[in-house]
């Protein structure tokens, strides 16, 4: 090592001692700061020799916002952070859902795949305040089980059978997230189909269909095929999806059969279904059907604009309705109340609708108008282009006046 090379690591050395004795400071603010400064550094040998056991102290500070902090931050470390495993399987017992689901996450990223891990990670499905909590700590657990790959394969297969129904779904997410590695689950997967709870069903289904790029998969196609008859609506569409995912030829036959290309008004009801994952593929769904100018119900692809929240699929939907040019202006009240949307992607793909019509309707002239004063420059721009469709002495006098640059 040269000289210079020794001072660099000096200096190193020292900055890095500098922070890692910020972390015990009396204000929160500067633990905190030292906590993010820490993440940043170059991560050498003496790095984690001195800064892991400072980042577990903090896990235990008396500030929630430093532990919340540190938590993650010993996740960031990546699988030389194995030495705080411990720890944080500590924390998943706090019963702060917050500190859990970073704990989870962390072990996920830390990518210890310890039976301990899996077990305690588990076990949390059926912890008595879950139900109560956030959907998202369930997730997060499913996630972190993914990650941890095959290792997690034969505790799942012990309890997917006799699991709760919160471990049970908790399981099948895993799987789907797992994808083609966790193959050897899908006998486990194919029961489930059948469950007597819609959730199991609903999660087997999305499983199965992530295990596509396996070829043993197919056994699960007759059993898919057979499970488009469920009572429930959304589950037959899930079922759909899983076909649809795996491609083989009697999949796809049996997809097309039962979600022809027209059936954009059953695809535009599931965009008000509970489940985010179902709201996302049918707004995927509908955005190929509608660029090939298939025939839909007016009134429930109008229900869909006025029910769906979710910003991608509004982009996406009103993406489609561009394509369809004098078609579109069948929703002109619904896309017009578009244009005060709290979300400015939403606002501007409306103004590059109307700009893409033959000729831009009068009523539409007043709003574009107001448009132009938006806080976003982009929606500013797309509303002046939309008004220069237009004829009427309101727009080409706004578009007189309207600074372009």
Not at 52 to 73: C, G, N
Not at 190 to 202: A, Q, Y
Request: charged share 30%; aromatic share 4%; proline share 4%.
């Amino acid at each position: 090592m040269s000289e210079i090379e020794e001072l660099a690591k000096e200096r190193e050395l020292k900055e890095l001692a500098i922070i890692s004795s910020e972390i015990s400071n009396d204000d929160w603010q500067i633990r905190i700061r030292a906590i993010n400064k820490l993440i940043a550094f170059k991560k050498s040998d003496e790095f984690f020799k001195e800064c892991i056991p400072k980042l577990i102290e903090a896990t235990k500070d008396e500030s929630s916002l430093v532990r919340l902090a540190a938590i993650p931050a010993l996740g960031d470390l990546g699988p030389k952070a194995r030495t705080c495993t411990n720890r944080l399987i500590e924390v998943l017992q706090s019963r702060e859902i917050e500190e859990v689901k970073a704990a989870v996450h962390s072990l996920g990223k830390i990518g210890d795949d310890s039976d301990l891990v899996i077990t305690k990670l588990l076990d949390l499905y059926d912890a008595d305040y879950l139900n109560n909590s956030s959907e998202e700590l369930s997730k997060s657990l499913s996630w972190a089980l993914g990650i941890l790959g095959p290792a997690a394969i034969p505790h799942f297969r012990n309890r997917i059978k006799n699991g709760s129904i919160n471990l049970q779904c908790g399981i099948l997410q895993a799987v789907g997230i797992m994808g083609p590695p966790a193959i050897s689950l899908l006998e486990e997967c194919i029961i489930c189909l059948s469950s007597e709870d819609i959730n199991v069903r609903k999660e087997a289904a999305k499983a199965v269909g992530n295990l596509r790029a396996s070829n043993e998969v197919e056994k699960a196609v007759p059993y898919l095929i057979s499970a488009l008859k469920d009572n429930d609506p959304d589950v037959r569409w899930l079922m759909s999806e899983a076909l649809r995912k795996i491609g083989s030829p009697k999949a796809l036959e049996a997809w097309a059969s039962y979600e022809p290309i027209n059936s954009v008004s059953a695809l535009s009801k599931q965009l008000s279904n509970a489940d985010k994952a179902v709201r996302e593929n049918a707004a995927e769904n509908l955005f190929p059907l509608l660029q090939k100018g298939v025939t839909f119900e007016a009134a429930d692809f109008k229900a869909a604009l006025k029910q769906t929240s979710h910003i991608k699929m509004l982009v996406l939907l009103i993406e489609a309705l561009s394509n369809l040019e004098e078609d579109s202006l069948v929703f002109i009240n619904e896309l017009e109340d578009l244009l005060s949307h709290e979300s400015k992607e939403v606002r501007a793909m409306v103004c590059v609708l109307f700009s893409r019509l033959p000729e831009l309707p009068s009523v539409l002239v007043p709003k574009l108008i107001i448009s132009l004063q938006d806080a976003d420059k982009e929606v500013r721009l797309k509303a002046a282009l939309a008004l220069e469709n237009s004829q009427d002495k309101q727009a080409v006098k706004a578009i007189e006046n309207f600074d372009w640059y």
